[in-house]
């Protein structure tokens, strides 16, 4: 298991930037991935960025060129820096960590912890 701790979420104008953080409880490198994912009210919750096998990184095309997500093993923390924040931004972001345990050579379980969310309101 994993405890995901977020952090960083405040209000803001638009066209700042904020940087979330989130602290797991144990070392990420050990993590099979890790992302941001948030949800706006009405809406479904979405993928904004994620660290995938080999370190590769996936982002939303809505942030694309604005988001960076980024990780520090010896932290055991992930970051999201948002710069050029817009209204539509405005949502909870939710940490994600995601573990992958095989029980023979075909069968494996995929395993989804979430942090608890942390609010970004972006003001127009």
């Known amino acids: 298991q994993v405890q995901l701790v977020e952090s960083g979420g405040a209000l803001v104008q638009a066209g700042g930037s904020l940087r979330l953080s989130c602290l797991a409880s144990?070392?990420?490198?050990?993590?099979?991935?890790m992302g941001w994912y948030r949800q706006a009210p009405g809406k479904e919750r979405e993928l904004v960025a994620t660290?995938?096998?080999?370190?590769?990184?996936n982002y939303a095309d809505s942030v694309k060129g604005r988001f960076t997500i980024s990780r520090d093993n010896a932290k055991n923390t992930v970051y999201l820096q948002m710069n050029s924040l817009k209204p539509e931004d405005t949502a909870v972001y939710y940490c994600n960590a995601v573990d992958i345990r095989w029980f023979t050579s075909v069968y494996y379980k995929r395993y989804d912890y979430w942090g608890q969310g942390t609010q970004v309101t972006v003001s127009s």
């Open positions: 660290f995938t096998s080999g370190n590769s990184t």
């Open positions: 144990r070392s990420i490198s050990s993590i099979n991935a």
